[in-house]
């Protein structure tokens, strides 16, 4: 099995003390195994799961060529290029069932949506635009051309086509499409198992009364919350105090039954605790300073228990900073881990309202507000105080400035990148 050491030998300038947020990224997406194990489900629980193989269509899709709106089908061959043509109606199709009546040329058939066209025809003209009267239509000039308003056999799938490739993220239209195929199961990968606690004396769950110098967990709540989001199988193992028996205990707990464990708290130099102690005696870790603003330490590495390994994500405690190394670094491990194919967050382009002071050398995540102006654009505000504890300026904010390792400075009305929260937090 690859070694923490390995993987870091491979990425030119590694330096584990003033790690590049890239080379962090590539680091993690070499480290993380992918779960191999699937179950088949109805296809109604399977939404949001990740397909574990290719789905091919049996059948073609729709089945036969059949008519995109109620009106009459010809054949274009029929159609006067400078007059109206005038046919003769010889009879009706209805949605979900085949007649077998010819139609001659100089004749058309009265059809509804979804109903199959009879052979020979190979275009439909809306009902609105001609003109019926007494067993015949008059369609004017240039109101349709050949092959309008059918949809050919096989058009949405092919039989033998890939429909859905394996890694998928299943979305409602997909499960849509799945009972288009009449497919009523279908394979998709276990559940990753992510396992997350915090650590600090300082911390009080909530309902615990909370003595001078303490404060509430927050990050737990967070954690659950973005863990809920990426559709994992979730287990909060509350609060461990700073001790080193009790985060050992945890430690091996979490990783006899967790694919991913979180911490948050217990990473920075100098931490007047035993969490990075632990973490090294317990498996293969890596302690980085990142090169990013919040969130510059954190610890990676395998945790082994019964002979298995768990991939860790110690994460800062600060809750900012949480969030925030949770959505740059841990996100696309997790869904990566999961079998899913890739998924690159939205980034968008929005006018700074003010100047941001941004020294280069750091890649800086801000808080901001997004609105959209009256002829379209975007621009963004910095909202307020920037510090990594002050989690009010995530929930005021609906996106984050990314402001890339080799920025300097942001002039007031500077286009910056903006990686928006809905549909992420």
């Not at 489900?41 to 729709?62: E, M, Q, T, Y």
């Not at 194919?341 to 020294?359: D, E, G, T, Y």
């Amino acid at each position: 099995m690859t070694t923490l050491a390995e993987i870091a030998s491979c990425l030119s300038g590694y330096d584990p003390n003033a790690l590049h947020i890239v080379q962090a990224q590539e680091f993690i997406a070499r480290l993380v195994p992918v779960v191999r194990e699937a179950e088949t489900l109805p296809i109604r629980d399977a939404l949001g799961r990740v397909l574990a193989n290719d789905v091919v269509s049996a059948i073609d899709v729709p089945a036969h060529d059949n008519s995109a709106m109620d009106g009459y089908a010809l054949r274009g061959s029929d159609l006067m290029c400078d007059a109206p043509t005038a046919l003769d109606v010889v009879g009706t199709g209805f949605a979900g069932s085949v007649g077998s009546q010819d139609v001659l040329a100089g004749q058309c058939f009265r059809i509804m949506t979804g109903a199959v066209m009879p052979p020979g025809l190979d275009t439909v003209v809306p009902q609105e635009l001609v003109e019926a009267d007494d067993g015949k239509v008059t369609i004017p000039a240039g109101v349709v051309q050949p092959g309008d308003n059918r949809r050919l056999a096989g058009e949405d799938l092919a039989a033998g086509e890939v429909a859905l490739h394996e890694g998928r993220t299943l979305r409602p239209a997909d499960i849509g499409m799945l009972a288009s195929m009449g497919i009523a199961e279908v394979a998709v990968r276990r559940k990753l198992r992510v396992a997350f606690f915090s650590t600090g004396n300082e911390l009080r769950s909530i309902g615990e009364p909370l003595e001078a110098g303490c404060v509430y967990d927050s990050n737990r709540y967070t954690l659950w919350a973005m863990l809920s989001r990426l559709g994992v199988e979730i287990t909060d193992m509350g609060l461990v105090r700073d001790d080193p028996a009790l985060l050992e205990a945890a430690f091996l707990q979490a990783a006899n039954t967790a694919d991913a464990v979180i911490t948050s708290g217990g990473v920075s130099v100098g931490e007047a605790d035993h969490t990075r102690q632990v973490m090294a005696k317990l498996g293969d870790v890596m302690f980085w300073r990142i090169a990013m603003r919040p969130g510059r330490p954190m610890a990676i590495g395998k945790i082994t228990s019964s002979g298995r390994d768990a991939i860790l994500f110690g994460l800062p405690g600060n809750p900012v900073a949480v969030m925030v190394t949770f959505y740059a670094l841990v996100r696309d491990a997790l869904l990566a881990m999961s079998g899913a194919s890739a998924q690159p967050l939205l980034m968008l382009k929005a006018a700074c309202v003010k100047p941001i002071r941004k020294r280069p050398g750091r890649t800086e995540y801000q808080r901001g507000i997004v609105t959209r102006l009256e002829d379209g654009s975007l621009q963004v505000a910095i909202t307020g105080s920037q510090g990594s504890g002050i989690l009010r300026s995530m929930s005021e904010a609906n996106g984050l400035v990314v402001l890339h390792h080799e920025q300097g400075n942001v002039d007031a009305g500077a286009m910056v990148d903006v990686l928006p929260f809905d549909g992420l937090i």
